[in-house]
């Protein structure tokens, strides 16, 4: 498993944007597809993006895709969530999510998870 703390999130206006970061703690992070999840008030977590361990590939949810980017530093043992034209509806706590397997992530079954990021969209 990896241990995983994210961070940026914050309130900002419709149409603007966040970056959101995870940090991930182990040696085996390279070996972790990695993604984010979220969570609305009143709604079932969901799955936002994944990237698979190389970072060659990434995956997006039809509500993100073309406003948010996935990407991945292996170096730094980081994730990242580049969020703009925000939606209020894109309000939610976002978690990032680590495993072996991108699928499970888009599943929303990880092995990982992180404590979570509030985003807040106001209109």
């Known amino acids: 498993q990896v241990q995983l703390v994210e961070s940026g999130g914050g309130l900002v206006q419709a149409g603007g944007s966040l970056r959101l970061s995870c940090a991930a703690s182990?040696?085996?992070?390279?070996?972790?597809?990695m993604g984010w999840l979220r969570q609305a008030p009143g709604k079932e977590r969901e799955f936002v993006a994944g990237?698979?361990?190389?970072?060659?590939?990434?995956v997006y949810a039809d509500s993100v895709k073309g406003r948010f980017t996935i990407s991945r530093d292996n170096a730094k043992n980081m994730v990242y969530l580049q969020m703009n034209s925000l939606k209020p509806e894109d309000t939610a706590v976002y978690y990032c999510?680590?495993?072996?397997?991108?699928?499970?992530?888009?599943?929303?079954?990880?092995?990982?998870w992180g404590q979570g990021t509030q985003v807040t969209v106001s209109s």
């Open positions: 999510a680590g495993d072996q397997s991108l699928h499970k992530i888009m599943v929303v079954t990880p092995g990982s």
């Open positions: 182990g040696r085996t992070f390279s070996s972790y597809a």
């Open positions: 990237i698979i361990k190389g970072g060659g590939s990434t």
